[in-house]
């Protein structure tokens, strides 16, 4: 049976209500360098949280299939839009073309049509935990928060470290959504646009508070995203610290234990945990963060720690498997040679949010570049709302005031309330237009991107 049959079949089969059955077809791999797949955008009925609700799928998947690659395959995408409004598809952390049908964030896909994606992954492309959303203009904090999206995964060298290649692996998507009593997704108020939505049930792979599965003496790497439009985690696994081995791009050098790690929207992570507690049940938790908005509260946690899920202890793993200390080195980007760009995020009158007093218009250049040049870009933020900066194409560094360099790579980072980053980047192998902007999708909506041009 080929690939594109298979998606077929997997989605005829959803739709006879099988999906708890057919775990295995919500993860497609490529095979000899290929992944050809039909991914279908639509409305589906889910079970969340004991209620009957109705979402946005891929597939009539919530999350959507896990698209699994190597580097320099060539995935193609048949994607049909059955929603109802027009949406897009971005592959968000992919260091690959944005132009034409590949990760091009200015393609718009009508109501009823279908669109063919190719994207061609550099046989240099590190290996890490990416994922897919909607990106159309004014309509991506609505669609996103309605559920869509997937995780992508880029195998490679990270996976041959002998330690990890023997972990366990689960993935762990942060969601947060709102229904009303009908189990539809109300409209967001203005005050939910200005501060960016956040919903009260919270979600960890479509589901509330699940069971995430351990092996005593084991070793578990967990690939997690913050697929939330604009809600922020500080994930905290209790008795359990996390071995952090790679942020949004790729691997650190080193593995770095953490007690908590601060997800903004869009931003990946991987870490490992051992199995080295008593076998039980540990609450995995968003510990308190302030981003500045006032207007949301989940629950009655009198703290303000809320539960995702839970670490249980499962079975016995063969042999105890240590956690590496050694990754994969990181490439450190040489000092630009041409003076800063300042990037100043704010909000203006009137429900518009700005970049340089600028909203965005798809037909301005903002910033232009030249391919193969390294520039260090100030964000600074005056307002009193953080803002997730995100840049489209190449990751980036974070420098520090210091001047030092963070050896890991993002394409997200938080620009605090009051506060500023300095990112460093180079524009390496594609010419063509794209966008950077704030990851609080709505933010994004009402204004808060701009254009750059790689030429
Ligand atoms: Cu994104
Ligand atoms: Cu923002
Ligand atoms: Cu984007």
Request: aromatic residues 8%; charged residues 20%.
């Amino acid at each position: 049976m080929t690939r594109r049959s298979f998606a077929q079949v997997s989605g005829a089969a959803l739709a006879l209500g099988l999906a708890r059955r057919l775990r295995a077809s919500e993860k497609y791999s490529s095979f000899d360098g290929q992944l050809a797949i039909a991914l279908e955008a639509r409305a589906a009925y889910k079970t969340i949280g004991g209620q009957t609700v109705q979402v946005m799928t891929y597939n009539g998947l919530m999350p959507g299939p896990l698209i699994e690659l190597r580097s320099g395959d060539v995935l193609k995408v048949r994607f049909t839009n059955s929603l109802g409004e027009p949406t897009n598809l971005h592959f968000h952390g992919l260091h690959v073309s944005p132009g034409g049908n590949s990760d091009n964030p200015f393609t718009m896909v009508e109501s009823g049509a279908t669109a063919d994606y190719e994207i061609r992954i550099p046989s240099d492309h590190l290996s890490g935990t990416f994922w897919y959303h909607p990106h159309l203009h004014g309509s991506t904090a609505k669609q996103v928060f309605s559920g869509l999206s997937g995780l992508i995964v880029i195998r490679g060298q990270l996976d041959a470290i002998p330690e990890i290649a023997e972990a366990a692996e689960t993935s762990l998507i942060l969601k947060d959504f709102t229904f009303d009593g009908s189990g539809s997704i109300p409209q967001a108020s203005l005050m939910e646009r200005m501060q960016g939505r956040e919903g009260r049930i919270l979600t960890l792979n479509g589901e509330v508070s699940p069971m995430i599965a351990i092996q005593q003496a084991g070793l578990l790497r967990c690939r997690v995203l913050n697929a939330s439009a604009s809600r922020y985690y500080r994930l905290h696994v209790e008795e359990h610290p996390m071995g952090l081995i790679a942020t949004d791009g790729g691997a650190l050098p080193r593995l770095d234990w953490r007690e908590d790690i601060l997800l903004v929207p869009g931003q990946r992570v991987e870490f490992l945990i051992q199995g080295n507690r008593n076998p039980g049940a540990y609450r995995i938790v968003s510990l308190p963060y302030n981003r500045g908005a006032t207007g949301m509260r989940v629950g009655r946690e009198a703290n303000g720690t809320l539960l995702l899920g839970q670490l249980t202890y499962s079975g016995l793993a063969e042999r105890v498997v240590p956690a590496p200390d050694r990754l994969l080195d990181v490439e450190f980007l040489p000092h630009p040679n041409r003076p800063n760009r300042i990037f100043q995020l704010s909000q203006g009158m009137m429900m518009s949010f700005d970049i340089n007093g600028r909203t965005f218009d798809a037909n301005r250049i903002d910033t232009a570049v030249q391919l193969g040049t390294v520039e260090d870009w100030d964000l600074v933020n005056s307002g009193q709302m953080d803002h997730p900066f995100h840049v489209h194409t190449n990751p980036f560094q974070l420098v520090s005031s210091d001047g030092l360099t963070e050896p890991a790579w993002r394409d997200v980072v938080n620009v605090p309330r009051r506060g500023r980053q300095r990112i460093r980047t180079r524009f390496s192998d594609f010419i063509g237009k794209t966008v950077y902007h704030c990851h609080i999708l709505d933010h994004e909506d009402l204004g808060m991107m701009g254009t750059l041009s790689v030429g």
